[in-house]
Structures are given as structure tokens and as C-alpha cells.
């Protein structure tokens, strides 16, 4: 932590906490927090997506099942020739 000096100040919520150099500017803090604000956003909506995009359980298991069904099909046929 040595980057913000000895004097830190810290704000706290319910989930989340900030730590700046005690001779920073509230104004200076906001800025840094709107990009990590967008940065969070950014992530979030990244996060939703994989979300969406991941298939049930259910969908992987029929298409697990798919697979191992259509190689027993190959077995038989490979038998009969």
C-alpha cells in the first residue's frame, strides 16, 4: 500500500469499501470511481451473457445421451457388414 502513502481514508456500504489517500480530492475519488463503476458494468454484463449462454443441465445431458447413442448405432452396423 505504500503507492497511496501513509494516510489513507477509507468510505464503507454494505458489500463494498473504497481506500484513498487521505490528500486526494472527493472530486478526484468520483472520477476514479466512475471508471470503476463502468469497469464493474462492464463485467456484470460480460457475467449475464456467459449466464444466458450456458446450457441447462437437462440440454447437455440429451446431447450426452445423443452421442453415446448414435456410437452403439455404429457398433451394430460395423457388426452386421
Known sequence: ???F???MKMITGTTAA???????S????MRSLEIIRADL??????????????PSGNAATSRVAKVKSKKNRNKKYK???
Do not use: C, N, T
Open 79 to 81: 457388426k452386421s457388414v
Open 41 to 54: 458494468q462492464f463485467r456484470l454484463s460480460r457475467e449475464r451473457a456467459k449466464a444466458k449462454a450456458k
Open 1 to 3: 500500500m505504500e503507492v
Open 26 to 29: 472527493y472530486e478526484d475519488v
Open 5 to 7: 502513502g501513509q494516510d
Open 18 to 24: 473504497i481506500l484513498f489517500p487521505a490528500g486526494i
